[in-house]
Antibody, heavy 120, light 109 residues
Framework: DVQLVESGGGLVKPGGSLRLSCAAS????????MNWVRQAPGKGLEWVSS????????YYPDSVKGRFTISRDNTNNSLYLQMNGLRADDTAVYYC?????????????WGQGTLVTVSA | EKVMTQSPATLSVSPGERATLSCGAS??????VAWYQQKPGQAPRLLIY???TRATGIPTRFSVGGSGTEFTLIINGLQSEDFAVYYC???????????FGPGTKVDMK
C-alpha cells in the first residue's frame, strides 16, 4: 500500500526538543518532494517545511525557521523533522505529506499525523 | 499584510444541492490553487491541484472556477460524504511551499 506513517510525537516542555519521523512505503520515495504540515487543535492547516527529492532545496516559513530542521534518508524511505526550542504555539498534529510529482507544493498524500503537545 | 480568505466560514447545504466555496487573497500568493477536504478525525485529502486538475479518484461533481485573486470550488449534487471542511492553498511553481486558507465547513442543512 502507498502510505506515510508518522511517529515521534508526544508531550514536551517549552524549550524542549522532539524529532518526528515519517516512514514511506509503496512508492519511489526518492522521486518526490516531501513536506511537513501542522494543524493546531481546532484550527486550520499550516505548512511547516519542504525538502526536494535530493535534499538540495529546503524551505521553512518564518514561524519555524531557525528552530526546525527537515531532513530525509532516501535509502531508508524516511523523512524527519527535528524540532528545537519548542513553544506552546507549536502544539499541533504534524502531518507528513508527499507532493504531487509535477506540482511540488500540492500535497497529494498525507499520513495520519502525530500529535505534539508543548506544555509545562 | 497578505491575507488569504475563504468564504463563507460555514455553508449549510441539503444533499443533492450545489455548494460554492470561495478562496481569495489580498495579494498574489501564487498563481495556482489546490483544494483539500478534511473530515473529522482524518487527515486532509487532496481534491484539486494546479488550479483545475482533479486528483486521482476525485469525482467529477467537484469542479473549479475563477482566476487571479479569487477562485471557487463547486460541488454539484452534494453527497452525504461531502460534508467536511474544505481548505484552499495558494502556491507558485517554485519554491515548494504554500499558504492555506482558514477553511470552509460544509454542513447539512
Amino acid at each position: 500500500d502507498v502510505q506515510l506513517v508518522e511517529s515521534g510525537g508526544g508531550l514536551v516542555k517549552p524549550g524542549g526538543s522532539l524529532r518526528l519521523s515519517c516512514a514511506a512505503s509503496g512508492f519511489t520515495f526518492s522521486s518526490f518532494t516531501m513536506n511537513w504540515v501542522r494543524q493546531a487543535p481546532g484550527k486550520g492547516l499550516e505548512w511547516v517545511s519542504s525538502i526536494s527529492s535530493d535534499s538540495t532545496y529546503i524551505y521553512y516559513p518564518d514561524s519555524v525557521k531557525g528552530r526546525f530542521t527537515i531532513s530525509r534518508d532516501n535509502t531508508n524511505n524516511s523523512l524527519y523533522l527535528q524540532m528545537n526550542g519548542l513553544r506552546a504555539d507549536d502544539t499541533a498534529v504534524y502531518y507528513c505529506t508527499r507532493a504531487v510529482l509535477i506540482e511540488p507544493s500540492a500535497m497529494g498524500l498525507w499520513g495520519q499525523g502525530t500529535l505534539v503537545t508543548v506544555s509545562a | 499584510e497578505k491575507v488569504m480568505t475563504q468564504s463563507p466560514a460555514t455553508l449549510s447545504v441539503s444533499p443533492g444541492e450545489r455548494a460554492t466555496l470561495s478562496c481569495g487573497a489580498s495579494q498574489s500568493f501564487g498563481t495556482k490553487v489546490a483544494w483539500y477536504q478534511q473530515k473529522p478525525g482524518q487527515a486532509p485529502r487532496l481534491l484539486i491541484y494546479g488550479t483545475s486538475t482533479r486528483a486521482t479518484g476525485i469525482p467529477t461533481r467537484f469542479s473549479v472556477g475563477g482566476s487571479g485573486t479569487e477562485f471557487t470550488l463547486i460541488i454539484n449534487g452534494l453527497q452525504s460524504e461531502d460534508f467536511a471542511v474544505y481548505y484552499c492553498q495558494r502556491y507558485s511553481n517554485w519554491p515548494p511551499q504554500g499558504t492555506f486558507g482558514p477553511g470552509t465547513k460544509v454542513d447539512m442543512k
